[in-house]
């Protein structure tokens, strides 16, 4: 069982829809949660960053954790074309000595006007 | 945030031969990263490069093959040496790491001929 698990999709949903992109993952230690969204020949972007368990929201961004579940969620709200990206869920443990960050695969996404 | 500036953002180069990767962060950072990532899949941690002290390889990446250094606070390099076709890839620097999150810049293309 990999560490993290990711749907890479790809999903494509109409413009105006709720999205709903998820992950899973077997580490417990796993305590801070990252979003990333990457465009086409681009580096990815930090979406949303939470500590623990619990809701974060950032206009039409809204990142869930379940720490129970070992579950993550990040909704899109009035997707646009513009969110057509790879969407890619990060972890780390927050121990000292190592940062490393272990990623989903991440999930393609079409927003069709 | 810190914003993150990589060069060459592509490059094609001969088999045999090494080219180094430049990073420069907007403001002095701690910690900074060096990733690959394959076409259509997630980010592999090379090593964390740490100023003033030798860089951390994770497993299966060694020194001799990418060497790294970080002069200072803000800069780093990346050398893939002695390349081969399989050294082909998409090389990301990114800044942050311990309770700060980790920000990327866009990357640099490599195709090895």
């Known amino acids: 069982q990999k560490e993290v698990e990711q749907d890479p999709g790809p999903l494509s949903v109409p413009e105006g829809a709720i999205v709903s992109l998820n992950c899973t993952y077997s580490?417990?230690?796993?305590?801070?949660f990252m979003w990333y969204r990457q465009y086409s020949r681009k580096g990815p972007e930090l979406l949303m960053y939470?500590?623990?368990?619990g809701n974060k929201e950032d206009g039409r961004f809204t990142a869930q954790v379940d720490k129970s579940s070992k579950y993550i969620s990040l909704f899109i709200r009035d997707s646009q074309p513009s969110d057509s990206a790879t969407y890619l869920c990060?972890?780390?443990?927050?121990?000292?000595?190592?940062?490393?960050?272990?990623f989903g695969k991440g999930t393609k996404l079409s927003v069709i006007p | 945030s810190a914003v993150i500036s990589q060069k060459p953002s592509r490059d094609i180069c001969q088999r045999g031969t090494s080219l180094t990767i430049q990073c420069q962060v907007d403001?002095?950072?701690?910690?900074m990263f060096w990733y690959r990532q394959q076409p259509g899949q997630s980010l592999t941690l090379i090593a964390t490069?740490?100023?003033?002290?030798?860089?951390?390889?994770e497993s299966g990446f060694v020194i001799d093959k990418f060497p790294i250094s970080r002069p200072n606070l803000t800069f780093s390099t990346l050398t893939v040496s002695n390349m081969s076709p399989e050294d082909s890839s998409i090389y990301l620097c990114?800044?942050?790491?311990?309770?700060?999150?980790?920000?990327f810049g866009d990357g640099t293309r490599l195709s090895i001929l």
């Open positions: 939470t500590y623990s368990s």
């Open positions: 990060a972890m780390w443990g927050g121990g000292a000595g190592s940062y490393q960050l272990t």
């Open positions: 580490n417990s230690a796993f305590q801070y």
């Open positions: 490069a740490n100023q003033g002290s030798e860089a951390t390889y």
């Open positions: 990114s800044a942050g790491g311990g309770n700060q999150p980790q920000h």
């Open positions: 403001s002095q950072v701690t910690m």
